[in-house]
């Protein structure tokens, strides 16, 4: 992450993220299937392999599908870049977030815990889970100390600030899913769409 100053002095805390180009690698009814990061052959799976020679790509690290705009013609083998988004407009990001391991319910689910005074040992345990009557079990769903983070996330009507159109470095306001380094999905914003600021 880090931060623009606008015309009247504002600072916006933007993250930069590398997008494209992805070039093109199936064309289905409704979907496009697109490829990021390229790699060794030796990296990739000889299914894969024939994938990506029968369009003629190099080997690409991450594959995803994504919904396709009916309006528009594709071809295997061409490559998305920035020029689909345009600044001011909202996009939505998916990606997985950071893994916290294992974690107690305050942590996890915002517990208030037990009572601190005297007297009192239950201060961050969990506590009657149940009733011994009706039902006589633990309902399913209840809130428990388990794994935390490493989930898909998506954050909706993240703002596209600037377009690095010569190094495809997107600057979007705020902060997105994930540590360093990781792998993102970007998509016009459904709700917004590509309504422009202020529009």
């Known amino acids: 992450m880090t931060q623009l100053f606008t015309p009247d002095g504002a600072k916006i805390s933007v993250t ?5 180009p992805c070039p093109i690698l199936q064309v289905n009814a409704k979907s496009i299937q697109l490829g990021f990061g390229a790699t060794r052959e030796s990296r990739v799976r000889k299914p894969e392999l024939g994938l990506f020679k029968k369009v003629n790509v190099a080997p690409q690290k991450f594959v995803r599908e994504v919904p396709r705009d009916a309006a528009k013609e594709y071809k295997p083998g061409e490559a998305l870049t920035l020029d689909i988004f345009a600044e001011g ?11 916290k391991g294992f974690q107690g319910g305050m942590k996890r689910w915002h517990w208030a815990g037990g009572p601190t005074t005297h007297g009192h040992t239950s201060h961050r345990r969990v506590g009657s889970i149940g009733s011994s009557t009706t039902p ?6 209840h809130n428990m100390p388990g794994h935390m983070g490493d989930e898909q ?11 690095d159109a010569a190094n495809n470095i997107l600057l ?3 902060a997105v899913p994930g540590p360093k380094n990781t792998y993102l999905v970007i998509r016009t914003a459904i709700k917004k769409g590509a309504k422009k600021a202020g529009a």
């Open 172 to 174: 979007v306001q705020g």
């Open 136 to 141: 006589g079990r633990v309902w399913k769903g």
């Open 153 to 163: 996330v998506t954050i909706q009507n993240c703002k596209v600030i600037k377009i």
């Open 89 to 99: 407009s909202y996009v939505d990001i998916t990606g997985i977030s950071r893994g």
């Open 16 to 20: 930069a993220i590398e997008a494209g």
